[in-house]
Each structure stands twice: as structure tokens, then as C-alpha cells.
């Protein structure tokens, strides 16, 4: 078989952020919205998108080539890729405003993130992720519901790992709640616990109020770097340990120890695992370096910051969109 043209493998890749930005771009304006609602050629996309009719063309001529949408300016069609981009619930549309606007900027500053190690972020805003979360108006739930959008492996976990005699599940930085409550929903006789920062709240507790029936979760503020909630029989994790570096993650890990009661309590890791040339773990790895300076680790990372937080690696399962799940013990 013959090699790729070279410089064909670059052009694809420099324009890469091109074809990222310009579903970002059809996102903004509703497009997949739109078309789904039977506004199907180029002129009626654009009076309905308050937008102009070339550009639009142009842009749906491209986003039609690239398999976003069917059909061409006389008639556009959606397309299960378009289907996942409308403004309805369980859609990966607020993944892509996220992925094309904040990160976007983030990864502008790729070159100073590598040569520094400082989080492309806090280069191109002048502050951490965590900060700008914690202190612009409506950015925690705009993250969290971009998170939402990507974790369409959260209904992987219940199948693939057994929750059966956990009384309490402790969700640990739990953010919306999604996770909790497929898990609790699989699991009609456990009860939840939902552990994070102060202003991630108020989503996650209307979510598992609108999920689950009343007396089965509670929320409880808090900084897991102090300490967790006690007494759970299982905690979860679930892309937090990314976010930090391996001294914050043995704090963290060993604070999820201290708080198991009983020998049998388990933590649940979900998270993306350096294995081979898996390409999606590698562009998570230098995506968490441009957020917020964190990482994804291989296999053996991830006993070394168990080993030395009194747990030990007990089984690992595979997801969807090559998530892994870690089944983690005391030692």
C-alpha cells in the first residue's frame, strides 16, 4: 500500500482547525436546527440565520463535503451528524460551541504552553481554567454542559462494571450530575452523594432533581484537596485526576483512602489511558496541558499514584470513544 503524500498529511492537518471552526460556526447560527425544520436551501438559511446568503452556501458547500450535511444548495438534508448538532437534549451542540470558542483561543497559545509548561489557557486569558470557571458569569455551566455533551460513554459504566451492594455512591467534583445519576438510575436501591465546589452546584442538584426521585441524592460543597465525604461503597471519579499533577492527585487519592471506611469500598476511575498509538488519549493529553495543565497518564502512571495512596489497581474496562474505567481497591 502506498504511502500518504506528504504534504497532502500536512495541508489536512494545518487545516485541521478549519473544519472545526466551521462546524462551530454552523452550531452558532442553528444551522442543523434549521435544516431540520425544513429550511433547505442556501437563501432560506441565511434569512432565517440572519446571515448572508453567499457565505452560507459556502459554508454549508463545505460542511456537506465533510459529511455534516446530505444534499447541496438546492436542497439540504440532515444527517445523523447533523441530528447530534441540533439544540435538543442529549446533542454534542454545546461540546462544539465550547471546543470552538475558549478552547480554541487556548490552543492559539500551544507554542508558549509547550515551551513553558504553563496551561495554554491561563496564556490566553491570563488566568487558570478554574479561575475563569469559578468567576465569569455562566462559564461553570456552560462547561458542564459541554462535558455533558461529550459523555455519551457514561451509560457504558453501570454495564461494565457492578454496583450491586453499594448502598452510597460519592460522585467526587461530580460536576452536573450526569454520571450519579446514570449510575443511581441503574441501581434503584443505592443512594447518592454529589461532592463539589461551591458554584458547580446549583446544575448539578437541578439535574438530579429532575432525574431522580426525591431522598435519593444529596449535594455537598466542598474542596477534595481537604478532604471527601466519608462512608461511601463506592466513590467515582471521573476525568478529575486529568486535570492535576501527580503530587495534587496523590492528595486527592489519598484523601478518597481516608475516607474509605471499609476494606470493601471501591473507586471507580473514569479517564483516558496512553496506551500504544491511540491517537484520541494522545490529543486529550496536550489538549488537558492547553486547559489546565494536566495530563493523561498510562496504565503505569496510574498505579504509581495509587501505590502511593494506600490503593491498588483491581481491574480496568473499556468504553466508549476510548475511555477507560479502573476499578481501584485499598491496599
Given at each position: 500500500?502506498?504511502?500518504?503524500?506528504?504534504?497532502r498529511t500536512v495541508v489536512d492537518i494545518v487545516t485541521g482547525t478549519w473544519r472545526?471552526?466551521?462546524?462551530?460556526?454552523?452550531?452558532?447560527?442553528?444551522?442543523p436546527d434549521l435544516v431540520a425544520?425544513?429550511?433547505?436551501?442556501?437563501?432560506?438559511?441565511?434569512?432565517k440565520a440572519d446571515a448572508d446568503t453567499d457565505a452560507v452556501v459556502r459554508l454549508m458547500r463545505l460542511l456537506t463535503a465533510i459529511g455534516v450535511f446530505?444534499?447541496?444548495e438546492t436542497g439540504y438534508r440532515p444527517t445523523a451528524v447533523s441530528e447530534l448538532l441540533r439544540d435538543v437534549p442529549g446533542s454534542m451542540r454545546d461540546m462544539c460551541l465550547l471546543y470552538g470558542a475558549e478552547f480554541h483561543q487556548a490552543w492559539g497559545a500551544?507554542?508558549?504552553?509547550v515551551r513553558t509548561g504553563r496551561s495554554g489557557f491561563a496564556h490566553a486569558f491570563g488566568r487558570t481554567l478554574h479561575g475563569y470557571l469559578a468567576?465569569?458569569?455562566?462559564?461553570?455551566?456552560?462547561?458542564l454542559r459541554a462535558m455533558n455533551a461529550g459523555s455519551v460513554f457514561f451509560t457504558d459504566v453501570p454495564e461494565v462494571h457492578d454496583f450491586a451492594g453499594s448502598r452510597v455512591i460519592a460522585d467526587i467534583a461530580g460536576g452536573s450530575g450526569m454520571l450519579l445519576s446514570t449510575v443511581l438510575k441503574a441501581n434503584p436501591d443505592a443512594v447518592g452523594v454529589l461532592f463539589d465546589r461551591e458554584h458547580m452546584l446549583a446544575t448539578a442538584r437541578a439535574h438530579l432533581a429532575s432525574t431522580l426521585e426525591p431522598g435519593r441524592f444529596e449535594v455537598v460543597a466542598g474542596d477534595f484537596f481537604d478532604a471527601v465525604p466519608e462512608g461511601a461503597d463506592t466513590y467515582l471519579l471521573s476525568r478529575v485526576l486529568q486535570d492535576w499533577d501527580d503530587?495534587?492527585?496523590?492528595?486527592?487519592?489519598?484523601n478518597v483512602r481516608r475516607a474509605m471506611r471499609e476494606d470493601s469500598a471501591r473507586l471507580v476511575?473514569?479517564?483516558?489511558?496512553?496506551?500504544?498509538?491511540?491517537?484520541?488519549?494522545l490529543l486529550y493529553d496536550l489538549h488537558l496541558l492547553m486547559m489546565a495543565g494536566g495530563r493523561q497518564r498510562t496504565l503505569d502512571g496510574y498505579r504509581s499514584l495509587l501505590a502511593a495512596s494506600g490503593l491498588r489497581l483491581l481491574a480496568v474496562h473499556g468504553l466508549a470513544l476510548e475511555n477507560s474505567l479502573l476499578v481501584v481497591g485499598p491496599e
Open positions: 500500500m502506498a504511502s500518504p503524500d506528504p504534504a472545526a471552526q466551521a462546524l462551530h460556526a454552523a452550531v452558532t447560527l442553528r444551522l425544520a425544513g429550511h433547505d436551501t442556501g437563501p432560506d438559511l441565511a434569512a446530505d444534499g447541496d500551544t507554542a508558549e504552553a468567576d465569569e458569569p455562566d462559564a461553570g455551566p456552560r462547561f503530587d495534587s492527585c496523590v492528595t486527592l487519592l489519598t476511575i473514569v479517564d483516558r489511558i496512553i496506551e500504544g498509538d491511540r491517537v484520541l488519549p
